[in-house]
């Protein structure tokens, strides 16, 4: 299974971007994913996950209310929506695929994307 990120950027705070992950393989829809980011210095730490059907979705606090995760079974693609961007969610962004189901335990999952950059900065 191989996860590819894009999206990310450098947005002034209050700004928008969208994430996606696209994810290989032909069972995309068993899959938990989740998205994770990491800023310099700090753990790795749970954004968002959600259920392989897409019912049941669970947001750090941080992002509850400005961020929104989404998938696309079809097009085996997750995607991670933020928006009232701040400086403090300047980081590394993972999208990663857990195939026993969803956990906000980074180690929990199976698979990991490369990452992409968010820069949130005036």
């Known amino acids: 299974v191989q996860l590819q990120a894009s999206g990310g950027g450098l947005v002034r705070p209050g700004g928008s971007l969208r994430l996606s992950c696209e994810t290989s393989?032909?069972?995309?829809?068993?899959?938990?994913m989740g998205w994770f980011r990491q800023a310099p210095g700090m753990e790795r730490e749970f954004v968002a996950i959600?259920?392989?059907?897409?019912?049941?979705?669970v947001y750090a606090d941080s992002v509850k209310g400005r961020f929104t995760i989404s998938r696309d079974n079809a097009k085996n693609t997750v995607y991670l929506e933020m928006n009232s961007l701040k400086p403090e969610d300047t980081a590394v962004y993972y999208c990663a695929a857990n195939i026993r189901g969803v956990s906000l335990n980074p180690s929990a999952y199976d698979y990991w994307g490369r990452g992409t950059q968010v820069t949130v900065s005036s």
């Open positions: 393989g032909r069972t995309f829809s068993t899959y938990g």
């Open positions: 959600i259920t392989g059907s897409g019912s049941y979705t």
